[in-house]
């Protein structure tokens, strides 16, 4: 899971109002780093903690990543085994103004685990990895921050238990691949964590019962903040029963004429609430799954969908499929193959989720209306055959969202930078979000919203 901590140096910027001029924060020397490690030394060498590392292998790991261009090493990785570890840590942090790094399943795409160049302490929390509590009456469960989504849910199958965690990549924001029938991770499905402040405060956002009308929502406020100032753990999230399901693919004339298919799929044709997922690829995308994807299978190299179906019964996920066949016909959807049982069924699924492993970098995600989406993933998509930048197009389709995969070099940061505001202007035209951008509020919000944005970080509300 990526965000498992969160570094807390925005905290530490001064108080800006609409009409003052942004300062940059003030963290401390090269001095203050090499203070903060001897300290780090001596206040946890006589614990049990895992450990303090400078080596610079250990660094490569931690701090660089083959999915974006901007890697910094942290300069130093710290292995907490309790909260107690890591309350002396921040504390450690806060007093040499040393910014803190966040890693745990290290999934993040767009940078996250990067250092800071005049030094940070990255906390790496791999040897907090146990669930601690599972609660298959409640449906819910506690775990620690170094425990990972499929972790937890290869565990529950194990032991028998028809549940599963179904937020698909993890507890960010983001939408992923199970949005479109589970929503986000801030759809309520964290109930309860605790928090470590950046003052080394230690709080719980709520009680473990499933209905509170007492008080602000603090658990959505520090869930999915990825680029904010805080930590949790543990971790107390629902779970959701096990169903059913089935996959289905389907090739289209372009990406526009798919996306379409997918909006009347759920918002006309009543198939919604059976549509557990439902991914956009274009053509090179089919291409590059064919030619470096692992499976036995060829597909027609056209922009198409995949669909995972989930119902009761088999009977009722084929008479669902034909349905939403019926609906792909109609735009111009062709070769519709539905799996023939379970295997099938994970192999197909499997080619979707490869998708990462065929592009060598990523543009953040565009999220619009889904009224609004084929004209924004065919206008993106002509945009980059503009540009004749190899890539390929992947989406949530079913969330209103998509992603493009640009190979690049160095050489080309420019383009892409380009192609990127491009992409956004589009999007802010559509009333959309950019998901994965810092800038996302002043880009798509009112000056009053970026403010008060602002005031939470900075601890003024």
């Given at each position: 899971?990526?965000?498992?901590?969160?570094?807390?140096?925005?905290?530490?910027?001064?108080?800006?109002?609409?009409?003052?001029?942004?300062?940059?924060?003030?963290?401390?020397?090269?001095?203050?780093?090499?203070?903060?490690?001897?300290?780090?030394?001596?206040?946890?060498?006589?614990?049990?903690?895992?450990?303090?590392?400078?080596?610079?292998?250990?660094?490569?790991?931690?701090?660089?990543?083959?999915?974006?261009?901007?890697?910094?090493?942290?300069?130093?990785?710290?292995?907490?085994?309790?909260?107690?570890?890591?309350?002396?840590?921040?504390?450690?942090?806060?007093?040499?103004?040393?910014?803190?790094?966040?890693?745990?399943?290290?999934?993040?795409?767009?940078?996250?685990?990067?250092?800071?160049?005049?030094?940070?302490?990255?906390?790496?929390?791999?040897?907090?990895?146990?669930?601690?509590?599972?609660?298959?009456?409640?449906?819910?469960l506690v775990y620690q921050p170094g425990v990972g989504w499929m972790t937890v849910n290869e565990t529950l199958c194990n032991k028998g238990i028809p549940l599963f965690f179904p937020i698909d990549p993890g507890p960010t924001g983001c939408s992923g691949t199970n949005a479109v029938q589970y929503g986000t991770a801030k759809g309520e499905w964290f109930l309860n964590l605790t928090v470590i402040l950046p003052s080394g405060e230690v709080i719980k956002t709520r009680r473990r019962s499933r209905k509170s009308a007492a008080g602000f929502d603090l658990a959505n406020l520090f869930i999915g903040a990825e680029v904010h100032y805080f930590c949790h753990f543990p971790l107390l999230f629902r779970l959701a029963p096990v169903p059913p399901t089935t996959v289905a693919t389907v090739q289209f004339p372009n990406v526009r004429a798919a996306a379409e298919a997918v909006r009347q799929s759920i918002d006309v044709a009543g198939v919604g609430a059976s549509v557990q997922r439902v991914e956009l690829v274009d053509d090179n995308f089919m291409k590059a799954l064919n030619k470096f994807g692992s499976s036995k299978r060829k597909y027609l190299e056209k922009d198409g969908l995949f669909f995972k179906f989930q119902g009761h019964s088999e009977a009722a996920m084929k008479e669902i499929a034909k349905i939403a066949k019926a609906v792909c016909e109609k735009n111009g959807g062709t070769g519709f193959k539905l799996a023939n049982g379970q295997t099938e069924a994970d192999a197909m699924w499997s080619n979707r989720k490869n998708a990462l492993h065929i592009g060598l970098s990523i543009l953040p995600g565009a999220c619009v209306p889904v009224s609004k989406l084929p004209e924004l993933v065919y206008e993106t998509k002509k945009d980059i055959a503009d540009a004749g930048m190899p890539s390929i197009l992947v989406g949530h389709a079913g969330d209103r969202d998509f992603h493009t995969f640009l190979l690049q070099t160095l050489q080309q940061l420019k383009l892409v930078s380009r192609l990127l505001h491009k992409n956004v202007g589009l999007s802010l035209e559509f009333r959309s979000t950019k998901k994965h951008l810092v800038e996302e509020v002043n880009w798509g919000s009112r000056p009053g919203t970026v403010e008060l944005t602002k005031n939470v970080i900075r601890g003024e509300i």
């Amino acid at each position: 899971m990526c965000g498992a901590v969160g570094g807390y140096n925005i905290a530490l910027s001064t108080v800006v109002t609409p009409t003052t001029a942004v300062h940059p924060l003030e963290y401390g020397t090269e001095e203050d780093f090499k203070s903060a490690i001897k300290e780090l030394k001596e206040t946890l060498q006589h614990s049990e903690f895992g450990g303090i590392s400078t080596d610079q292998a250990d660094l490569i790991i931690h701090g660089e990543s083959p999915y974006h261009h901007h890697n910094q090493d942290s300069g130093v990785v710290v292995y907490p085994r309790n909260t107690e570890d890591v309350v002396k840590i921040v504390k450690i942090a806060n007093k040499f103004r040393m910014p803190v790094v966040p890693y745990s399943g290290a999934t993040s795409l767009e940078g996250q685990i990067s250092g800071h160049p005049g030094g940070s302490i990255c906390v790496d929390m791999s040897a907090m990895d146990a669930i601690l509590e599972i609660h298959e009456a409640d449906a819910d469960l506690v775990y620690q921050p170094g425990v990972g989504w499929m972790t937890v849910n290869e565990t529950l199958c194990n032991k028998g238990i028809p549940l599963f965690f179904p937020i698909d990549p993890g507890p960010t924001g983001c939408s992923g691949t199970n949005a479109v029938q589970y929503g986000t991770a801030k759809g309520e499905w964290f109930l309860n964590l605790t928090v470590i402040l950046p003052s080394g405060e230690v709080i719980k956002t709520r009680r473990r019962s499933r209905k509170s009308a007492a008080g602000f929502d603090l658990a959505n406020l520090f869930i999915g903040a990825e680029v904010h100032y805080f930590c949790h753990f543990p971790l107390l999230f629902r779970l959701a029963p096990v169903p059913p399901t089935t996959v289905a693919t389907v090739q289209f004339p372009n990406v526009r004429a798919a996306a379409e298919a997918v909006r009347q799929s759920i918002d006309v044709a009543g198939v919604g609430a059976s549509v557990q997922r439902v991914e956009l690829v274009d053509d090179n995308f089919m291409k590059a799954l064919n030619k470096f994807g692992s499976s036995k299978r060829k597909y027609l190299e056209k922009d198409g969908l995949f669909f995972k179906f989930q119902g009761h019964s088999e009977a009722a996920m084929k008479e669902i499929a034909k349905i939403a066949k019926a609906v792909c016909e109609k735009n111009g959807g062709t070769g519709f193959k539905l799996a023939n049982g379970q295997t099938e069924a994970d192999a197909m699924w499997s080619n979707r989720k490869n998708a990462l492993h065929i592009g060598l970098s990523i543009l953040p995600g565009a999220c619009v209306p889904v009224s609004k989406l084929p004209e924004l993933v065919y206008e993106t998509k002509k945009d980059i055959a503009d540009a004749g930048m190899p890539s390929i197009l992947v989406g949530h389709a079913g969330d209103r969202d998509f992603h493009t995969f640009l190979l690049q070099t160095l050489q080309q940061l420019k383009l892409v930078s380009r192609l990127l505001h491009k992409n956004v202007g589009l999007s802010l035209e559509f009333r959309s979000t950019k998901k994965h951008l810092v800038e996302e509020v002043n880009w798509g919000s009112r000056p009053g919203t970026v403010e008060l944005t602002k005031n939470v970080i900075r601890g003024e509300i």
